[in-house]
Every structure is written in structure tokens, then in C-alpha cells.
């Protein structure tokens, strides 16, 4: 969407939380749809799948902090990963920890996956022109950065 063509600033209208949702909601589907029809996953496992593989092996600690999850929240997504045989929580460096990995069938399952996820990337670029995706990535970041000094701040609970 070209900027306004007069030279006052442009006066925010409606709610931006709602905006966002909304935004969000239609990129996700988005996603969503390319990741399923590809590789069978959501997207929150496929993010879950590639995080661990860039950390691993990884405490639950440290992987929910990662995500900005809670550890319970992060235990529950775990769990239908592991139950496929793709995901492997085992023992830490003492009784008390843990240690969470990719199994080999979950490394294949995420390059299957990270394929679909690039077509899904490729489709959205050509939709809103490569130009428009990086200017909303600067947007974001920038926005992300100047919240990001909020310190009540809290994990996502997805």
C-alpha cells in the first residue's frame, strides 16, 4: 500500500491490537495451510522442530526461553513430538536435567517441512512483492525492538 500522498502524518485509526490479530490470523493461515499440505505439521511444531535443531541438545529451560514460551506451555508441545518419534527428551547432565533432541526420523520430518515453508515464504513474497515483506520485517523488528524494553513483559502462552 503506496504511503499518503499529503505530507502530515498519517493519524493511526481503529484498534492496533485488533489490526494486528487480524494480520496475524490471515499470514498464519497462510502458513498454516502450506506447512500441513506439505509436510502434515502446524506451525508451531514446525518452529519448535527448527529451533531445537539450531540448539541442540537443549535444556527445556532454555529452548521455552528461546521461544518466549512458558515451560509448561513448551512441555505441552513437546509432547505429540516426542510421541512421533521425532522429538527425544533424555537425560541432562546430572539426574535432575534434562535434555531435549531431534531424533533422525525428526530431522527429515523438519527438512520436509522447511521445504514447505519456503514454497509458503516464495508464495507470500510474490503476493505482497518482496519490496512490501522486507519493509513489514524492518516494521516489525523495529517495533519489537522499541517493546521489547516493556519489563512486565511475559512469555507467550501459545
Not at 533432541?101 to 512483492?129: I, V
Request: charged share 25%.
Amino acid at each position: 500500500m503506496p504511503p499518503p500522498a499529503h505530507d502530515t502524518p498519517a493519524t493511526p485509526r481503529g484498534c492496533t491490537h485488533l489490526k494486528l490479530r487480524q494480520l496475524a490470523r490471515r499470514v498464519g493461515r497462510h502458513y498454516d495451510a502450506a506447512l500441513r499440505d506439505g509436510s502434515g505439521l502446524k506451525t508451531s511444531q514446525y518452529s519448535l522442530l527448527a529451533t531445537i535443531a539450531s540448539l541442540e541438545p537443549v535444556r527445556p529451560a532454555d529452548l521455552a526461553a528461546q521461544m518466549a514460551l512458558e515451560p509448561s506451555t513448551l512441555t505441552r508441545n513437546l509432547k505429540p513430538l516426542v510421541a512421533q518419534g521425532w522429538v527425544v527428551v533424555g537425560a541432562g547432565v546430572d539426574q535432575r536435567s534434562r535434555l531435549v533432541s531431534l531424533t533422525a526420523t525428526g530431522r527429515a520430518k523438519r527438512q520436509e517441512a522447511q521445504r514447505a515453508w519456503k514454497q509458503a515464504q516464495l508464495a507470500f513474497n510474490q503476493r505482497l512483492g518482496v519490496e512490501q515483506v522486507a519493509r513489514l520485517h524492518a516494521l516489525i523488528d523495529e517495533c519489537t525492538a522499541l517493546l521489547a524494553a516493556e519489563p512486565d513483559e511475559e512469555p507467550d502462552h501459545e
